[in-house]
């Protein structure tokens, strides 16, 4: 119960977010909707871009030394995505998505403003 009342509240943060700038800085629907799909798709698309430049093994093995999640011989021998099943690309199609999302947040985004009277 508890992961799914976070999850949405995570989710309920980015309708609250396109309300606020379409309610308090008047903005049209649809550029509160694109500015909210920019501010998802930047920084997903700037950190996965990051793992996948480092390595999503070496990422996660800094991380793991850092939190010490999983055991550390079990994580040494194995290597944490052959433990956990990740695949190797994951980051690579993180990156991507976050692109197009900031890429349609932008597209949305363009346009005129409405200004409050």
Do not use: K
Not at 28 to 45: C, D, K, Y
């Amino acid at each position: 119960m508890y992961v799914t009342v976070a999850f949405a509240a995570f989710c309920w943060l980015f309708v609250a977010t396109a309300l606020v700038l379409r309610d308090r800085y008047g903005l049209r629907r649809r550029g509160a909707v694109g500015l909210t799909l920019t501010a998802a798709g930047v920084p997903l698309g700037v950190l996965s871009g990051l793992v996948a430049v480092v390595g999503l093994e070496r990422a996660l093995t800094v991380w793991n030394d850092q939190l010490a999640l999983l055991p550390w011989g079990l994580s040494r021998i194995l290597g944490i995505t052959v433990h956990l099943g990740i695949p190797a690309g994951l980051p690579g199609y993180a990156a991507g998505a976050g692109a197009a999302l900031a890429a349609a947040g932008l597209l949305l985004s363009l346009g005129r403003r409405r200004h409050a009277a």
